[in-house]
């Protein structure tokens, strides 16, 4: 999965921020189970609806924080070698996406 769409060169990841990220995702992880685990059970909609909505924010939390190492290294990396408007449009691009 280190199939990249940009040709530039790619800071990796410490060790503490992927266990970090990692920890994150677990966390959500069983957070989905136990939707799962509340719809077999037949819990009452909204507690349901309201541990989506945490899931969701959750999963939003973990995205802002992969966008901010973006730019404090990649775009910012792309912005010093004169690649920045390529790297802004496709950071904007994503965003887009992201904020759907």
């Keep these: 999965m280190n199939e ?5 060169p790619v800071t990796p990841r410490t ?3 992927k266990d ?6 677990k ?3 069983g957070q989905v189970r136990g939707v ?3 719809i077999e059970e037949e819990r ?6 309201i541990q989506i909505s945490a899931i969701q924010s959750a999963l939003k939390n973990v995205g802002y ?9 990649c775009v910012k990396d792309a912005i010093a070698n004169g690649d920045g408007d ?3 449009e496709e950071l904007m691009a994503v965003l887009k996406q992201f904020s759907k």
């Design 4 to 8: 990249t769409l940009h040709d530039h």
């Design 44 to 49: 009452y909609c909204v507690d349901i609806l």
């Design 15 to 17: 060790n503490e921020e």
């Design 65 to 73: 924080g992969v966008t901010e190492r973006h730019m404090k290294h």
């Design 20 to 25: 970090k990220l990692k920890r994150r995702l």
């Design 86 to 88: 390529e790297s802004i």
């Design 36 to 38: 799962e685990k509340m």
């Design 27 to 29: 966390r959500i992880e």
